[in-house]
Every structure is written in structure tokens, then in C-alpha cells.
């Protein structure tokens, strides 16, 4: 139990510090299940499209979180034409 505002003060210090680390692990999970929907509509070939779509490790830059997701690698030319192109 919280008694005085000093203690509420430190107990939401404590919060805005570990904030960002939950939010992180939060957005890595969900950017996992959003990454493996999307791969059940990426056009197959040989798969290798399909196969290079990643989840990067989120990123903390002070109160901001950042979790990047896409598909390229060695599809990289493929992947921009599929893009562009509508009539495959």
C-alpha cells in the first residue's frame, strides 16, 4: 500500500522505467502474429518471398519504442516487383 505522495512518486518512477521494456516485448509478440497473418497472403512461388518475411528485435530510444517487420532479403527484387505489379 502506497502512503504519502513521495511513495506514489517513486512507485510511478518505477513504472515509467520499466514502460518501455514491457511495451517492447509487447510490440515484438504482436508484430510476430501480424508477420505470420501476412505470410498466409504473400504470393508463393518457391517460397523463398514467404520465407525471407522477419520480425526485428524492438528497439528502445528513451520513452520510444520501435518494431520493424517486412519481407525482402534475397527477395528483394521479386519482392518490389510482386509489389508494384498487379497482374501476376
Not at 522477419?54 to 520501435?66: A, K, M, R, S
Given at each position: 500500500m502506497l502512503e504519502g505522495v513521495a511513495q506514489l512518486q517513486a512507485a510511478l518512477h518505477k513504472a515509467a522505467d520499466l514502460a518501455p521494456k514491457a511495451l517492447a516485448s509487447a510490440g515484438?509478440?504482436?508484430m510476430e502474429k501480424v508477420m505470420a497473418d501476412s505470410k498466409a497472403l504473400v504470393p508463393v512461388d518457391m517460397g523463398i518471398l514467404r520465407?525471407?518475411?522477419?520480425?526485428?528485435?524492438?528497439?528502445?530510444?528513451?520513452?520510444?519504442?520501435?518494431?520493424?517487420?517486412g519481407y525482402g532479403g534475397a527477395a528483394s527484387d521479386y519482392a518490389l516487383v510482386q509489389h508494384e505489379r498487379l497482374d501476376y
Open positions: 515484438y509478440v504482436e520465407d525471407s518475411g522477419t520480425v526485428l528485435p524492438p528497439e528502445i530510444h528513451g520513452t520510444e519504442v520501435e518494431v520493424v517487420a
